[in-house]
């Protein structure tokens, strides 16, 4: 059975870097495209990056853009996600999803889009 386990949240204040790291058990997600995800409190789950499943391509919300940057590992089986500039709105619980499908044709930004999820890990930005 995959497991996604996150790691790398904490309390950082604003200006602030963190990384976030996802670590997959089994080899599945390697051929898949990958994304993270988050959730504040009282909010929707809200989509924050993707990667294709070989590094090729990547995409970000526009409130992220530019400040943070997804990465992968394939052969360490970890995705990666380096926060920089982070602001009190980055505050939330970070997850790490993948699904079945490879690229980033059709929809990747939703959370329906992917059916395996870590469990997550509490980012807190402090002003």
């Known amino acids: 059975q995959v497991q996604l386990v996150e790691s790398g949240g904490g309390l950082v204040q604003a200006g602030g870097s963190l990384r976030l790291s996802c670590a997959g058990s089994?080899?599945?997600?390697?051929?898949?495209?990958m994304a993270w995800f988050r959730q504040a409190p009282g909010k929707e789950r809200e989509f924050v990056a993707v990667?294709?499943?070989?590094?090729?391509?990547?995409n970000y919300a526009d409130s992220v853009k530019g400040r943070f940057t997804i990465s992968r590992d394939n052969a360490k089986n970890t995705l990666y996600l380096q926060m920089n500039s982070l602001k009190p709105e980055d505050t939330a619980v970070y997850y790490c999803?993948?699904?079945?499908?490879?690229?980033?044709?059709?929809?990747?930004?939703?959370?329906?889009?992917?059916?395996?999820w870590g469990q997550g890990t509490q980012v807190t930005v402090s002003s």
């Open positions: 990667i294709t499943w070989n590094g090729g391509s990547t």
């Open positions: 999803a993948f699904g079945s499908r490879v690229d980033l044709s059709g929809s990747y930004s939703s959370e329906f889009d992917y059916g395996y």
């Open positions: 089994g080899s599945t997600f390697r051929w898949v495209r």
